[in-house]
């Protein structure tokens, strides 16, 4: 999945974590995060919190410190019993830092591909 902002710039790059919204329908392998038309972060999904109420359910101490740490990081966010995932950074990658093609933003929220190939045609290098 590609999403787009600086919000998601910050959590993924930072803390390795991303949250979003609960209407959105698919599950994903991997998160692309594009800012200013540039890839900024590819990450790979390592595990999913869905349906929690609030963070002391996440039973994993590592990832709720690190998620509580991301959320106290973000001043105008707070944890709204939304999915959050924890990532691993694929940034060995050559594709950071690739422009998408067409004119305008490759997303306004997010927007699913089928693997990260297709992601990829959509960006080209300077």
């Not at 869905?50 to 410190?65: A, Y």
């Not at 050559?94 to 422009?99: D, N, P």
Request: charged share 25%.
């Amino acid at each position: 999945m590609v999403v787009s902002g600086k919000m998601a710039c910050r959590t993924s790059q930072k803390h390795n974590v991303y949250w979003f919204g609960t209407n959105w329908d698919k599950d994903f392998q991997f998160l692309v995060v594009v800012n200013e038309s540039q890839i900024q972060y590819i990450g790979e999904v390592k595990e999913r919190y869905f349906s929690i109420e609030n963070l002391s359910e996440i039973t994993n101490k590592g990832h709720r410190d690190v998620i509580t740490e991301a959320f106290n990081d973000e001043e105008n966010d707070k944890f709204n019993g939304q999915p959050i995932l924890i990532l691993e950074s694929l940034s060995n990658t050559t594709k950071i830092g690739l422009k998408y093609i067409e004119k305008g933003a490759i997303t306004q929220s997010h927007r699913y591909f089928d693997d990260l190939e297709l992601v990829y045609k959509q960006f080209k290098s300077e």
